[in-house]
T-cell receptor
Framework: SQQGEEDPQALSIQEGENATMNCSYK?????LQWYRQNSGRGLVHLIL?????REKHSGRLRVTLDTSKKSSSLLITASRAADTASYFC????????????FGTGTRLLVSP | DSGVTQTPKHLITATGQRVTLRCSPR?????VYWYQQSLDQGLQFLIH???????AKGNILERFSAQQFPDLHSELNLSSLELGDSALYFC?????????????FGEGSWLTVV
């Protein structure tokens, strides 16, 4: 079963616009990770945010984490057509061993 | 390139058959994970091995088994295959360098059961 839900399920924007994806989860976590998947391809790790962190940046990516609301958001600024992909959040619950539980994913389409 | 290598990339087989998927983790990574991605179930955690020992089991069917060898590569064995086993199977690894919690995924093995 999946840990959480991502919102929206699909997002269509123009190049240069910002894209925001949200992720909600159910249990306490050790960390939360965001991955990108191009159609039918492997999962590419984007960023990891620990439970004691509130915000993290990596290039055009900004991730926030609100453990009180059990939610995270991924912001991609100045989007490009190459950002077109599915984006997944994955939580690593605080169980003493690593086991990522993935959300349902957001399909992002960036049009030129 | 994540450094995780999976073979084969694509596989088509008949119902009732058995297949083996192979994974080479990133150099030095002791942890290997297997995930299944299907249209109806999404990305599901199957099993985790650490340095040859099973650490955690997820939604792995009894018809499926895995192992991690002394050289740290891993194999996922799928037997008595059913149409519903058609999916993208990912191997992932973690632990050697950088952020120890980051899990790196291979490109996956596409399994089609006909």
């Amino acid at each position: 079963s999946q840990q959480g839900e991502e919102d929206p399920q699909a997002l269509s924007i123009q190049e240069g616009e910002n894209a925001t994806m949200n992720c909600s989860y159910k249990t306490s976590i050790n960390n939360l990770q965001w991955y990108r998947q191009n159609s039918g391809r492997g999962l590419v790790h984007l960023i990891l945010i620990r439970s004691n962190e509130r915000e993290k940046h990596s290039g055009r990516l900004r991730v926030t984490l609100d453990t009180s609301k059990k939610s995270s958001s991924l912001l991609i600024t100045a989007s490009r057509a190459a950002d077109t992909a599915s984006y997944f959040c994955a939580t690593d619950a605080d169980t003493g061993f690593q086991k990522l539980v993935f959300g349902t994913g957001t399909r992002l389409l960036v049009s030129p | 390139d994540s450094g995780v290598t999976q073979t084969p990339k694509h596989l088509i087989t008949a119902t009732g058959q058995r297949v083996t998927l192979r994974c080479s983790p990133r150099s030095g990574d002791l942890s290997v994970y297997w995930y299944q991605q299907s249209l109806d179930q999404g990305l599901q955690f199957l099993i985790h091995y650490y340095n040859g020992e099973e650490r955690a089991k997820g939604n792995i069917l009894e018809r499926f088994s895995a192992q991690q060898f002394p050289d740290l590569h891993s194999e996922l064995n799928l037997s008595s295959l059913e149409l519903g086993d058609s999916a993208l199977y990912f191997c992932a690894s973690s632990g050697s360098t950088g952020n120890r919690n980051t899990i790196y995924f291979g490109e996956g093995s596409w399994l089609t059961v006909v």
